[in-house]
């Protein structure tokens, strides 16, 4: 005997849902689900990742980089932040291998690593305003 309930359970628009062993699809669902499922070691790491984006001033960062190259000392004046903040802010993304850098003299530009960061970015940014 299952420990599964059936009774229903209350969302936000009121509409009830029961899912019972009997219905059609149920056994072709379950099987196809764990290979589209996230592992739990994927689901972590995904999950720290996610964590990292999770800052303001990285993601202002990343809007800037999306748009172009910069240094560190322009990046600084945009974001009305010290040198030291918006450097400590890219060795982070670094980490994460969501920059690149390089060097010219004294001065070091930043830009977004590849092309899936900026479509993830630019994916991000349209759920946003398309759900507000």
Do not use: W
């Amino acid at each position: 005997m299952s420990d599964r309930s059936t009774e229903p359970v209350k969302i936000e628009d009121e509409e009830e849902l029961c899912c019972e062993d009997s219905h059609p699809s149920h056994s072709a669902d379950v099987n196809a689900i764990p290979t589209e499922m996230l592992s739990v070691e994927k689901a972590q790491r995904l999950s720290e990742f996610l964590g990292f984006l999770a800052d303001p001033n990285r993601l202002r960062i990343l809007s800037i980089l999306a748009a172009k190259e910069m240094c560190v000392g322009d990046l600084a004046a945009i974001l009305e932040m010290n040198e030291s903040a918006v450097s400590h802010q890219l060795r982070t993304l670094r980490a994460i291998r969501l920059v690149n850098f390089r060097k010219q003299g004294r001065h070091v530009f930043y830009s977004l690593q590849d092309r899936q960061i900026l479509d993830f970015y630019r994916s991000a940014i349209e759920h946003i305003d398309t759900t507000t």
